[in-house]
Structures are given as structure tokens and as C-alpha cells.
């Protein structure tokens, strides 16, 4: 499991995170909602390491990570797939799915089949430039590069981003079909309420900083949580 407890971030003056605490659990898909600028992202980059915190705790699997390294996190099992992608778009699609091989064994370095499985169109384009593919097969290619890495805790940044809707059913249909194989936990970003309530087991809702309402998906009027969503 992953327990973020009592966390807080700066940006030089700007306290940008104000004793935030989540969990994500293995089988079970968090999503963390809010609107833009509260947050989120910033979170979600502390978990991975990407930006040190001032206070607070990160623990994965009951292991203290607060002080590692990115890599250190990802060999751990840790797997991010970041808001606007950032494939390699001069890489082939075969290159840009290899990329996760850097915090595999020399054994586990292959593409497993279940990745063509869920992302079938990828197959069919191995050779292809990551750059020349369209933004909704740029999504599937990040999610799938996430997923060479065999992870135990995968965080998704906003996956659905200007993707159409073709392929959001198509993300929504994996996210459910990983969920239901009970080996990870997922961490999910998103501004889509309908998107987060189908998918989603608990949620948190960030504003300025801090969560304002968290848990079990059900279990808060859905009125509350989009009070915090609308601009």
C-alpha cells in the first residue's frame, strides 16, 4: 500500500502542498480530483520522487521512500505516467516501450504480450516514430511504456487529456481490466468527474494545496465533490 502522511511541499516561498495524506491500495483505484493549479501534480511528483518534500512521510509496502531517488522508487515498483505523455517522439514505438527496461533485470527486459493485448494498435506499429502517432495512441504508448515495468503502483496524470472519446473507453477499459487483476494499486489524476466515478473505489478532492474531502467513492454526495471541480 501507498501511504502519503502529512506531507508538505514548497516552491521557495509558496507552500504548495499543506499536510496532504493519501493512500492507494493494491486491487483498489484512488482518484485524485480538483481543479487545476490545486496541487495534484505536484503531489503525485513527490511520490515519484521528483520533488522533495519538507515534512511528512512516503511510504510504499511499508517501506519508507521519503529519501530515494526516482530510480530507487521505480525499481521498487513504482511507475508514473505523466501529464502530456513525454514519449520519446523520435523513437520508434518499440524504442519508447524498451526505454522501461531501466529498472528491470537483464531477465525481465522483453515486452510482455499482454501489453499488444490491451493495446492492440500498438502491435502494428512497433516501427513507427512515437512522434508520428496521434495523441490518443501517444497515451496508450505512455500507459503501455508504464506497464513494461511490471509495477505495483501505477500513477496516471490526467490520462483522459485531449484524447478522444474512442480511446478514453478504450483507457477507462484498461484501467478497470488492471484493476480487476489485483496486483497493483493506481493512483489516478483527473478532472473528469464521470470518468473518476465510474473507475474509482475512493477519491481525494485537492483545493489550494490541501485535501478537502476524501473516501469511498459512494459515499459523499456527488454535489460536494463537484463543488471543488467547477471553475
Not at 502519503?4 to 514548497?10: E, T
Not at 484512488?30 to 490545486?38: A, D, E, I, Q, S
Not at 508514473?80 to 517522439?89: K, L
Amino acid at each position: 500500500m501507498l501511504a502519503v502522511n502529512d506531507i508538505d511541499l514548497f516552491y521557495g516561498a509558496a507552500h504548495a502542498l499543506r499536510s496532504v495524506s493519501i493512500t492507494a491500495e493494491i486491487g483498489r483505484v484512488t482518484c485524485l480530483l480538483g481543479r487545476n493549479g490545486v496541487g495534484k501534480t505536484s503531489l503525485l511528483k513527490t511520490v515519484m520522487g521528483q520533488l522533495p518534500i519538507a515534512q511528512g512521510s512516503i511510504k510504499w509496502k511499508g517501506e519508507e521512500v521519503s529519501e530515494l531517488a526516482t530510480p530507487a522508487r521505480a525499481r521498487r515498483g513504482m511507475a508514473y505516467v505523466p501529464q502530456g505523455r513525454e514519449i520519446f517522439p523520435l523513437l520508434s514505438v518499440r524504442e519508447n516501450l524498451e526505454t522501461g527496461y531501466a529498472s528491470l533485470s537483464a531477465e525481465d527486459r522483453f515486452i510482455p504480450e499482454e501489453i499488444f493485448d490491451l493495446f492492440p494498435v500498438l502491435e502494428s506499429m512497433l516501427g513507427r516514430r512515437g512522434g508520428d502517432l496521434s495523441g490518443g495512441q501517444q497515451q496508450q504508448l505512455a500507459i503501455a511504456r508504464a506497464l513494461v515495468t511490471r509495477p505495483e503502483l501505477l500513477i496516471l496524470d490526467e490520462p483522459t487529456e485531449g484524447i478522444q472519446p474512442s480511446i478514453i473507453k478504450d483507457i477507462e477499459a484498461v484501467i478497470s481490466y488492471l484493476r480487476t487483476q489485483g496486483k497493483m494499486a493506481i493512483l489516478l489524476v483527473e478532472q473528469y468527474f464521470e470518468f473518476a466515478r465510474d473507475l474509482a473505489d475512493s477519491f481525494a478532492v485537492m483545493d489550494r494545496g490541501e485535501v478537502v474531502l476524501a473516501g469511498e467513492i459512494g459515499a459523499v454526495c456527488e454535489n460536494d465533490i463537484k463543488t471543488y471541480l467547477t471553475v
